[in-house]
């Protein structure tokens, strides 16, 4: 069984910055895209951030300019640096791996809230 767990989520003011971290551990084998998803409160789960093991890099647009996705694929982690963060980014942050159409492929982790707010 796959597990994730993503850390580094707390309260932030408006412009602040966050950096997010998923540890990936299981059975794993050469997973192609990982991505960040998040859930607002009222909201479904969307895809923010997806990287490729090679390092291709996308955004949803809502984030761009703001916000860097990273991964080690050696510790089999990503990561998520969030700056100018504002108060629609507001939302509990999930990782997983992505199946190149913006689904998480294993079961989702607990995620880390993220509240933006002075």
């Known amino acids: 069984q796959v597990q994730l767990v993503e850390s580094g989520g707390g309260l932030v003011q408006p412009g602040g910055s966050l950096r997010l971290s998923c540890a990936v551990s299981?059975?794993?084998?050469?997973?192609?895209?990982m991505g960040w998803y998040r859930q607002a409160p009222g909201r479904q789960r969307e895809l923010v951030a997806a990287i490729a093991r090679g390092g291709n890099t996308n955004y949803a647009d809502s984030v761009k300019g703001r916000f860097t996705i990273s991964r080690d694929n050696g510790k089999n982690t990503v990561y998520l640096q969030m700056n100018d963060l504002k108060p629609e980014d507001t939302a509990v942050y999930y990782c997983n791996r992505d199946n190149g159409r913006g689904n998480g492929v294993y079961y989702w982790g607990k995620g880390t809230l993220v509240t933006v707010s002075s």
């Open positions: 299981g059975s794993i084998f050469n997973i192609n895209v």
